[in-house]
């Protein structure tokens, strides 16, 4: 069984009212030193095979159909642990 | 300019719709081999100083009171890069 994360984020360029808010709540709760922050997915994707090549592409695809949104989003795939 | 990075996920006894969701439709998408997806979130934290560990102590800090739910909820955090 592997295990395969994918991240995803808003592209920079995309406002992230939800991030801003939390920065902005943060001085308020004496929590100082944070200029920004971002807020974004993360999923964990359960194989029933190994994480190999082939495994890795499929999840990419996954992604980009079902899990992110390109046009707004950018996502990252990556192998968690493969035992 | 230090990135902390905080990954927040469902504690595995909860039940998460959201990632079981997606999990049941991707056969019908023609992706097969996925036995479970959880859905969680992730948080890019920029720091105005270096990621020292009293920086990413605040951070954990952060996410124990406002990113995460810790009744229902883990979280990681881990430092991304500090330039």
Do not use: C, H, S, W
């Not at 295990?3 to 902005?24: C, N, Y």
Request: overall charge negative; proline content about 6%; glycine content about 6%.
């Amino acid at each position: 069984m592997a295990r395969v994360v994918v991240d995803v984020m808003l592209k920079p360029e995309i406002l992230d009212p939800q991030g801003q808010a939390i920065a902005r709540k943060l001085p308020q709760l004496g929590f100082d030193g944070v200029t920004a922050v971002r807020q974004g997915k993360r999923f964990e994707v359960e194989l029933d095979g190994p994480a190999d090549e082939a495994a890795v592409e499929r999840v990419r695809q996954i992604a980009d159909t079902l899990l992110a949104n390109p046009v707004i989003e950018t996502y990252e795939v990556r192998v968690l642990q493969d035992d």
